[in-house]
C-alpha cells in the first residue's frame, strides 16, 4: 500500500490505524467515512505521527482527536 497516493482506500487505512492505535472504547467516534480526500495530507501527518509514537499520553490522544475532529467533512 502506497500511502504516498490520496485514495478512499488510504483514508479508510489510516483512520482504521490510528483507532485501534488509540484503542478507542467506541471506534464509531471516528467513522472513516467522516473524511475526505481534500485533507489527505494532514491526516497523513496525524498518521505518521501516531505510528512513530510507543505510547500517548491522554492529553496527546485527546489532541488528535480534536485534530481529526477539525478534519472531517463538513
Known sequence: M???EK?????DYMIS??????KFVN???VRTESFGTEKY???KDIYDWV???S????SEMQA???ELKNLRDQ
Open 17 to 22: 490505524e490510528i483507532k485501534n492505535r488509540l
Open 41 to 43: 495530507d494532514d491526516l
Open 27 to 29: 471506534p464509531d467516534v
Open 55 to 58: 505510547e500517548l499520553s491522554v
Open 64 to 66: 488528535i482527536l480534536s
Open 2 to 4: 502506497d500511502l504516498n
Open 51 to 53: 505510528m512513530t509514537k
Open 7 to 11: 485514495s478512499r482506500e488510504n483514508v
